[in-house]
């Protein structure tokens, strides 16, 4: 599978952002995807998961209430939608799918890493 993360930016603090993932080359439908981000100088994180149906989703606390992960499973498309954007938000961000089930993803779970997109948030 191939992915595509696209819809980064350069935004203010406090505004939004919906990023989207393009996955070719084989279904993501049955897979739990997920939305990574590494900030300059750090290690990769996980931000938020989506299940394969999408009815249960998961995010990490500093998200929480601001990010919502949803997914087209026809379109074989996943999104962010980040609202109420801070500075630390500032990352390249990644999806990936896993056959792990939608919670907090850990790295080792992620078998393809596409092309991030960057995030860049001003005070």
């Known amino acids: 599978v191939q992915l595509q993360a696209s819809g980064g930016g350069v935004v203010q603090a406090g505004g939004s952002l919906r990023l989207s993932c393009a996955a070719s080359?084989?279904?993501?439908?049955?897979?739990?995807m997920g939305w990574f981000r590494q900030a300059p100088g750090k290690e990769r994180v996980f931000v938020a998961s989506?299940?394969?149906?999408?009815?249960?989703?998961y995010y990490t606390d500093s998200v929480k209430g601001r990010f919502t992960i949803s997914r087209d499973n026809g379109k074989n498309m996943a999104y962010l939608q980040m609202n109420s954007l801070k500075p630390e938000d500032t990352a390249v961000y990644y999806c990936?799918?896993?056959?792990?089930?939608?919670?907090?993803?850990?790295?080792?779970?992620?078998?393809?890493w596409g092309q991030g997109t960057q995030v860049t948030v001003s005070s």
């Open positions: 989506i299940s394969w149906s999408g009815s249960s989703t």
């Open positions: 080359g084989r279904t993501i439908s049955r897979y739990t």
């Open positions: 990936a799918p896993t056959t792990s089930p939608a919670g907090l993803l850990r790295l080792d779970s992620i078998d393809v």
